[in-house]
């Protein structure tokens, strides 16, 4: 990738605040009013899109590179419009996802969010994820460590070993084979999904969960959320590489934790074959 175009120098800290400010109002303005009366279809891959997911992503892409002047790319343009933003900018960009969980929100179900990073060549520096019926707003940014309304994360102690953890899991995308593996012999305590990839990202850096996976999440799935966990001290790789940024940055799966005994124990065992 060519050298970025952020400045060395960016102090984050501001940013982020400006930014939060933004996402509760856009949020506020665009998703709320809209909330289990939002015009709705399905997109071509099976997922509902609603009048809020695209009012709120227009309004984004209007204001943050008001904050910093970089492309946006949004989940509702079209791959090559991602790819052209992200090469725009030489790897820096806007990432945001308008209402991650739109089936929660169209159906009433007060789990979802409004989800943003900042990418440095293609990697988060800085997290924003924002529940406006909770009023809960996670957000990180690069060395400054990970907060809940101003409160620094996690929340609280977390489960030391594997078999008393409660795992988010999600199966459909899982490998068939270990899909069943988990479905019929779990290694840990208690299973939750919450069908909104960004918010179960903070909730484990908030200690609320304690392992996830996910066979695959797309860029605006995880930019925010893998930054957050990071900066709660939690640890993150894919199904098959232990460095997580080096899988594919558009679509990759997701093994966490916030402990790091309980991450090395779930993921050598989501890695076991036999």
Known sequence: MPASALPPDLALRPVVETAIATVHEVASREIVP????????????????????????QALLQRLPQIVAVPVIGE?????????ALAA???????IDPIDGTTNFVNGLPVFAVSIALLRQGRPCLGVTYNPISNELFYAWEGGGAYL????????????CLDEA???????RLPRALALRIATAPPFF?????????????????GRID?????GQMLWDYAAGCLILKEAGG??????????????LWRRPVVAALDPQVFAAWRDWLRTTD
């Open 34 to 57: 809209r909330f289990m009366k939002a015009i709705h279809h399905r997109k071509d891959d099976g997922t509902l899109l609603s009048e809020a997911d695209l009012a709120c992503q």
């Open 76 to 84: 509702e343009m079209s791959r090559a419009e991602q790819e052209a």
């Open 89 to 95: 900018g030489g790897g820096d960009a806007w990432c």
């Open 149 to 160: 309304n101003g409160k620094r994360l996690p929340l609280r102690q977390v489960a030391g």
């Open 166 to 172: 409660v795992a988010n899991v999600d199966l459909k």
């Open 190 to 206: 208690s299973q939750r999904n919450f069908g909104s990839s960004a918010l179960e990202w903070c909730q484990v850096a908030a």
């Open 211 to 215: 392992v996830v996976v996910h066979g």
């Open 235 to 248: 640890a993150m790789c894919t199904l098959e590489r232990d460095d997580f940024h080096s899988d594919d």
